[in-house]
C-alpha cells in the first residue's frame, strides 16, 4: 500500500503562485510515477501533471505549460507542483496519484490521496 497525502492548497488571486506538496509513504517502491490531476465543480477530474520518480522530463496538459512545474525529491519521497500566473479556471481540488502500471506518460493510477483545495481569485 502506498498512502499520498497532499498540502499546500489555498485561496490566491489571479497572477499568483502556490506549491503543492504530496508526501508518499508505504512500498513507494512499487510505483514509477507520480501525478497530479484536479477536478473543479462540476467537472470531471482532469490530468494536469506527471514525472517518474526514475527521472526524465515530466509531461503536462497543454492548459498549464509554462506555469506549472512537477518535480519530485526522491529522498523525501514527495512531488511538489509549483503553480504559477494562476488563473480563475485552475480553480479545483488538486490530487495527487501514484502510478505502478503503464508507460509514460499513460499510467494507471492505484493510489490517491484526499486532495487540497485550489481557489484562485479574479
Known amino acids: 500500500q502506498v498512502q499520498l497525502v497532499e498540502s499546500g492548497g489555498g485561496l490566491v488571486q489571479a497572477g499568483g503562485s502556490l506549491r503543492l506538496s504530496c508526501a508518499a509513504s508505504?512500498?513507494?517502491?512499487?510505483?514509477?510515477?507520480m501525478g497530479w490531476f484536479r477536478q473543479a465543480p462540476g467537472k470531471e477530474r482532469e490530468f494536469v501533471a506527471v514525472?517518474?520518480?526514475?527521472?526524465?522530463?515530466?509531461y503536462y496538459v497543454d492548459s498549464v505549460k509554462g506555469r506549472f512545474t512537477i518535480s519530485r525529491d526522491n529522498a523525501k519521497n514527495t512531488v511538489y507542483l509549483q503553480m504559477n500566473s494562476l488563473k480563475p479556471e485552475d480553480t479545483a481540488i488538486y490530487y495527487c496519484?501514484?502510478?505502478?502500471?503503464?508507460?509514460?506518460?499513460?499510467?494507471?493510477?492505484?493510489?490517491w490521496g484526499r486532495g487540497t483545495q485550489v481557489t484562485v481569485s479574479s
Open positions: 514525472i517518474r520518480w526514475s527521472g526524465g522530463n515530466p
Open positions: 496519484a501514484a502510478g505502478s502500471r503503464g508507460v509514460f506518460p499513460r499510467y494507471e493510477y492505484d493510489y
Open positions: 508505504g512500498r513507494t517502491d512499487s510505483t514509477y510515477a
